[in-house]
């Protein structure tokens, strides 16, 4: 089944407490992106990746890193957490061109 | 990038028609449409896309304006399980940033059974 996977799908964790958030695909896609989802925000992008190696900041970066060392992993990197960044995290995945994306199922976060 | 506006809810009854429309008056010709709706608890899923002409799938039609100006999104019999929140987007084909899709507020679509 095509799909996108993200790991953990709730996390409660202290400030200052580095954390990954993981995210896989499995559909042989390019183009994979982190947003974040905030009541009165609506969904925000963090950062995205158009292939491997090849990673760039969207709307919303401060505070995250990402990488992209194989085509189906897209990490979402806290080093330092903090209160503000407790947020509903989605991963996408999509291929090449104007088509459809992907979302995984989310990651519940809260920075305590 | 060019601004959708919707209504910021809908209501309609299980088995009826749906119409869900979105305005974009400042749509460049280069950009397409796009709706994605996020049920309860789940991420965006995608519904339908298109450019100039109507598009119809599995899930839903969407009815675009001459002008290009507005669009309408019709659920052509309403379920319980389409209550989601319902967003129109605009995608430039010449995007780089990957799969950014830039999402508004959207429509919150009751189902009354």
């Known amino acids: 089944e095509a799909q996108v996977t993200q790991n953990p799908r709730y996390l409660i964790t202290v400030t200052g407490k580095k954390l990954t958030v993981t995210c896989s695909q499995n559909m042989n896609h390019e183009y994979m992106s982190w947003y974040r989802q905030d009541p009165g925000l609506g969904l925000r992008q963090i950062y995205y990746s158009m292939n491997v190696e090849v990673t760039d900041k969207g709307d919303v970066p401060e505070g995250y890193k990402v990488s992209r060392k194989e085509k189906r992993n897209f990490p979402l990197i806290l080093e330092s957490p903090s209160p503000n960044q407790t947020s509903l995290y989605f991963c996408?995945?999509?291929?090449?061109?104007?088509?459809?994306?992907?979302f995984g199922q989310g990651t519940r976060l809260t920075v305590v | 990038d060019a601004k959708t506006t919707q209504p910021n809810s809908m209501e309609s009854n299980e088995e009826e028609p749906v119409h869900l429309p979105c305005n974009h008056s400042t749509i460049s010709g280069t950009d397409y449409i796009h709706w994605y709706r996020q049920l309860p608890s789940q991420g965006p899923e995608y519904v339908i896309h298109?450019?100039?002409s109507n598009v119809n799938n599995r899930m839903a039609s969407l009815a675009i304006a001459e002008d290009r100006k507005s669009s309408t999104l019709i659920l052509h019999r309403a379920t319980l399980r389409d209550a989601a929140v319902y967003y129109c987007i605009l995608r430039d084909v010449w995007e780089t940033s990957g799969s950014r899709l830039t999402f508004g507020e959207g429509t919150q679509l009751t189902v009354n059974p």
């Open positions: 996408a995945s999509s291929p090449r061109g104007n088509t459809e994306a992907f």
């Open positions: 298109g450019l100039t």
